[in-house]
């Protein structure tokens, strides 16, 4: 898994539209992607899909880095250890430190770059 990180300038994704229930037992269907036949178009939504979806991704991990420097708060009485948070998030040990790291510069409002 690569190391945390913030790019200096956020992209503005596409808005992901939720599946509905009969078209994710489709395994071909994907975002009606395969309905566009314009490949102009089907580049400009897949890139728009492709963006919203990094984005969606870092925001993810801000929040796993925020929540793996919560559980390991020394100040709570049943913070985790580096290890069992880990094993929790199925991270390596190292990289569970680097994100605990991570995720105390973000709750200090801190440079979130500096990893």
Known sequence: MAEPERTERRLRPAPLLFEPAEAVTDPEHFFDLESIEDPRELLARATELTVAFR????RAVEFQALAAAQLADPRRFDRLAPAAIAE?????????????????????GGDADAS
Do not use: C, N
């Open 88 to 108: 929790q998030a199925q991270w390596t040990e190292d990289y569970a430190r680097k994100m605990i790291e991570f995720g105390e510069s973000l709750l200090r």
């Open 55 to 58: 984005a969606a991704q870092d």
